[in-house]
């Protein structure tokens, strides 16, 4: 029916759908919603060869914010939450959405910045005090903007310091509404102070002039907690894959694992299941 | 500038050495792409050609509609899509969610509409060039859809790949609606969306660059067979 042109593309296109690798090589799989850091940083391309290997299920890992994994894990898109803000977790298992929460790691943020460092920050330790002065000199601060746990943990360090962003928001203050990576794309181009996690940081490839300002508060502790999404609101999750993806994240095969995974030879994550906890 | 002579030299590596991974995501990029534009191709043209030729109240409007679908945001278009594959929306128990299938869905929406319009186009300024002689041979407008389609094959190719070109140029649908899951639903866009998150900018230029020379061999491909098909009919 088709001739010349048409038919060459035509042609080119089932060659194109032939030629592809067939799309569902694994078996069984199960979605897991994660976070940029996790990803981003190259954890998961290291970790999950090896759970995959042992037990034949295939991990998809759909990595975006805290905020958008656990509303994806709401309606069902995900059989288990991996993610970042202990607050949202414990409300999400709450309202019934997940089964139980496992602690399975933590890393820490920190503040970058210029190293021009406008608002004198460097050395600080405390970090509400150090966004203090950020604001009071108006220096340019990157915010995510994007309801992660990256952005949640900074608008409550910013509660804190007595700062109301969302006033300056366009101003000094501006939120890219974007992920860890991009936001630091941004700062590093505007030479603004930004709060990021270490993995992301660690990992990051263009960081330009911007350089860790302020680390050690224990206030920028970061824990990462696992769910999986409760099989009773959701009858299709794969609740039995799921779990065994749980249980060998926090088996001590997994938590070492996680402390193997070096980059430049730094730690990204540290392992923190407790049996009990 | 420096960037850029990196970027080069990234592209050139990847392609030398053929990497696996990328060869992966290459595939899939033609193939979700390829395969959206033949269903949209397979829907577009006869609506296009319909459009031009069928008298029906409302033509007008419906011609300036699917111009303004050319236009359909591709975040709109992956958030609806979205919303409608998600668990808990309407086609939820399809489980088509974070899968290849979910990005063509996407792009025949939104690469439809850009066939159809240029369809339309080309139909109705053929049937005015050749109207009273499909008309002296009682041709009627709506039996004439099969005979323009063929007659305009050379002007819609280009409608065809200009809705190629939105398909694989596009990240914000597929990034919704496939997740960018390693080894799933990653393809060329939203890789070099990652990389660029991750700081990476070389690499990403480096797979930008491997995506354009990608269209330009397939437009120089229907631009071959257009010219080879032009000289068998002389």
């Given amino acids: 029916m088709l001739k010349g042109p048409l038919r060459t593309l035509a042609g080119l296109t089932v060659a194109a759908m032939l030629a592809a690798p067939p799309v569902l090589a694994a078996d069984e799989f199960i979605t897991v919603a994660s976070t940029t850091s996790t990803e981003n940083s190259g954890l998961f391309d290291n970790l999950l060869p090896k759970f995959e290997e042992e037990t034949g299920v295939d991990v998809r890992v759909v990595a975006v914010g805290t905020g958008q994994a656990i509303d994806l894990a709401k309606r069902g898109d995900a059989d ?45 330790s405390d970090a509400v005090a150090a966004l203090d002065k950020i604001a009071e000199s108006r220096a340019p601060f990157a915010s995510r903007g994007d309801d992660s746990g990256t952005h949640k943990k900074e608008l409550g360090l ?12 366009g101003s000094w203050y501006r939120e890219t509404g974007s992920g860890m990576g991009a936001t630091l794309n941004t700062a590093a181009g505007m030479e603004a102070y930004a709060l990021t996690d270490r ?11 911007l350089e860790i300002l302020v680390e050690g508060d224990k206030r920028l502790f970061n824990p990462y907690g696992v769910i999986l999404v409760n099989p009773e609101k959701h009858p299709h999750v794969k609740a039995e894959a799921g779990q065994k993806f749980i249980d060998w994240i926090i088996s001590p095969e997994g938590q070492e694992a996680i402390a193997d995974y070096k980059l430049n030879g730094q730690q990204l994550f540290f392992p923190d299941y407790r049996a009990g906890s | ?5 990196a970027a080069f030299e990234r592209a050139a590596a990847l392609i030398l050495t053929w990497d696996a991974d990328l060869a992966e995501i290459v595939a899939l990029s033609l193939q979700v792409s390829l395969t959206a534009v033949a269903i949209a191709a397979l829907l577009g043209l006869p609506l296009g050609a319909a459009v031009a030729l069928v008298r029906f109240p409302g033509r007008r409007a419906a011609a300036v509609l699917l111009s303004a679908l050319m236009g359909l945001p591709p975040v709109v278009v992956g958030l609806v899509v979205y919303l409608m594959l998600s668990r808990a929306g309407p086609l939820g128990v399809l489980g088509l969610l974070f899968t290849p299938t979910a990005m063509v869905i996407a792009q025949v929406v939104l690469v439809t509409p850009i066939i159809a319009a240029i369809a339309r186009q080309v139909v109705e300024d053929l049937w005015a060039e050749y109207e009273e002689q499909l008309r002296s041979l009682g041709t009627t407008p709506a039996r004439a859809i099969g005979t323009l389609l063929w007659d305009g094959r050379f002007s819609l190719v280009t409608a065809i790949l200009a809705g190629f070109g939105r398909a694989s ?15 799933v639903t990653r393809v060329m866009t939203t890789t070099i969306a990652l990389e660029t998150s991750k700081g990476d900018l070389p690499l990403a230029l480096g797979l930008g660059i491997i995506l354009i020379a990608l269209s330009l061999t397939i437009n120089a491909a229907a631009f071959l067979a257009q010219d080879l098909a032009r000289r068998s009919q002389q």
């Fill in chain 1, 158 to 169: 910013w509660k804190q310091a007595g700062t109301d962003v969302a006033a300056a928001s």
């Fill in chain 2, 1 to 5: 500038m420096f960037e850029f002579a």
């Fill in chain 1, 199 to 209: 993995a992301t940081w660690i990992s990051f490839e263009n960081k330009g002039d």
């Fill in chain 2, 169 to 183: 140029a596009e990240v914000g649908a597929v990034m919704i609606v496939g997740g960018n899951i390693d080894h």
């Fill in chain 1, 80 to 124: 288990v939450l991996f993610v970042h803000h202990k607050p949202s977790e414990e409300k999400f298992v709450a309202e019934g959405f997940g089964v139980e929460r496992y602690d399975v790691m933590y890393n820490d943020f920190v503040i970058v910045g210029p190293r021009s460092d406008p608002a004198r920050i460097a050395g600080m």
